[in-house]
């Protein structure tokens, strides 16, 4: 069972920024995929930001530019680096993980942009 833990939530306000970290139970090398996604009251869950299975990175088109998406494999550790945000970043940020067709998610970490 694959396990994800999200930290670095929290209040900011707008232009500020923030780090959130997902640190895996196991190596980064055994997910063919892994990011972010969010999601804000009432609406569905979305794309922030994920590195692919080929490495490439990809971001929603409403953060690029202003999220960065980034691991480090020797602590199982995916960051979302967040500036400039936006009261409409407001949500909560899941840290998703792929492996042989199975979809892990953490419990999830509450950002609020206030304006």
């Known amino acids: 069972q694959v396990q994800l833990v999200e930290s670095g939530g929290g209040l900011v306000q707008a232009g500020g920024s923030l780090t959130l970290s997902c640190v895996a139970s196991r190596s980064l090398f055994s997910f063919n995929g892994m990011g972010w996604y969010r999601q804000a009251p009432g609406k569905v869950r979305d794309l922030v930001a994920t590195?692919?299975?080929?490495?490439?990175?990809n971001y929603g088109h409403s953060v690029m530019g202003r999220f960065t998406i980034s691991r480090d494999y020797a602590n199982n550790t995916v960051y979302l680096q967040m500036n400039s945000l936006k009261s409409e970043d407001t949500g909560v940020y899941y840290c998703n993980a792929r492996s042989a067709g199975n979809d892990y998610w953490g419990q999830g970490t509450q950002v609020t942009v206030s304006s």
């Open positions: 590195f692919t299975s080929v490495g490439s990175a």
